[in-house]
């Protein structure tokens, strides 16, 4: 009926083909490797700024911004921290693709990073179908959002293999039931991961920044 699906397909496969390639580079560097996705302002690049800024004198950091637009602030903000950092301009596209981040490989120091970690464009929708070639897809969820998310976005709650609840700190201040939320996130992908933290004032980041330590751990 339309050329349109076929085409589609072929374009997610050929991405899938050089996700597989960026993997195994990563693989190759001993590096390892997240992709954190979330909707904008859910803090993104907040927690990169404080990851890198509690694990740069134990683990060299790397990072990859995407982003809609050449306006590099949040990869200026990952760097200022000491993350060797990398801003891609996605030229409007709502997402990272494979082909982006291995181009934004080749830019970043790879033998002395251990941990990579990208920050997708900021959008609930389609990033998740777009593999990097990461090891770990997080989405940081944040409690302005709302406790309704997992229920209106099933396919990213679905498909990440850690969820973080950030702006924990709002909760006296937001409508936001904590059981609600997890338990929509428990009945898309049970037995989830999840971190519930405050970038803000630091409350439950150390539980964060224990679990990056025992996954970047140089023999893995
Ligand atoms: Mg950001
Ligand atoms: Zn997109």
Same mark, same amino acid.
């Given at each position: 009926?339309?050329?349109?699906?076929p085409?589609?397909?072929?374009?997610?496969?050929?991405?899938?083909?050089?996700?597989?390639?960026?993997? *195994?580079?990563?693989?190759?560097?001993?590096? @390892?490797?997240?992709?954190?996705?979330?909707?904008?302002?859910?803090?993104? %690049? $907040?927690?990169?700024?404080?990851?890198? !800024?509690?694990?740069?004198?134990?683990?060299?950091?790397?990072?990859?911004?995407?982003? %809609?637009? *050449?306006? /590099?602030?949040?990869? !200026?903000? $990952?760097?200022?921290?000491? /993350?060797?950092?990398?801003?891609?301009?996605?030229?409007?596209?709502?997402?990272?693709?494979?082909?982006?981040?291995?181009d #934004?490989?080749?830019?970043?120091?790879l033998?002395?990073?251990?941990?990579?970690?990208?920050?997708?464009?900021?959008n609930?929708?389609?990033?998740? $179908?777009?593999?990097?070639g990461?090891?770990?897809?997080?989405?940081?969820?944040s %409690?302005?959002?709302?406790?309704?998310?997992?229920?209106?976005?099933?396919k990213?709650?679905?498909g990440?293999?850690?969820?973080?609840?950030?702006?924990?700190?709002?909760?006296?201040?937001?409508? @936001?039931?904590?059981?609600?939320?997890?338990?929509?996130v !428990?009945?898309?992908?049970?037995?989830?991961?999840?971190?519930?933290?405050?970038?803000? %004032?630091?409350?439950?980041?150390?539980?964060?920044? #224990?679990?990056?330590?025992?996954?970047a751990?140089?023999?893995?």
């Open positions: 009926m339309s050329a349109t699906v085409v589609v397909e072929r374009v997610l496969s050929a991405n899938d083909a050089v996700a597989a390639e960026v993997r *195994a580079r990563l693989d190759e560097k001993g590096i @390892f490797c997240i992709n954190l996705m979330a909707s904008p302002g859910a803090g993104k %690049t $907040s927690l990169i700024e404080r990851t890198v !800024e509690a694990l740069k004198g134990e683990i060299a950091i790397g990072m990859i911004n995407g982003d %809609t637009s *050449a306006a /590099a602030f949040d990869a !200026e903000r $990952s760097q200022r921290a000491g /993350a060797a950092s990398v801003h891609v301009n996605t030229g409007g596209k709502c997402h990272l693709e494979a082909a982006m981040v291995r #934004a490989l080749s830019l970043l120091p033998d002395g990073i251990r941990l990579l970690l990208i920050e997708n464009v900021g609930l929708v389609c990033p998740m $179908s777009w593999k990097l990461a090891h770990v897809n997080v989405l940081i969820g %409690t302005p959002e709302g406790d309704d998310k997992p229920y209106k976005y099933p990213m709650y679905a990440v293999d850690v969820v973080v609840l950030n702006k924990i700190d709002l909760l006296p201040y937001v409508e @936001f039931d904590c059981g609600r939320f997890l338990r929509g !428990e009945a898309l992908n049970p037995g989830l991961r999840t971190f519930r933290l405050s970038c803000r %004032t630091g409350e439950g980041l150390e539980e964060w920044f #224990a679990w990056l330590r025992e996954k751990r140089p023999a893995r």
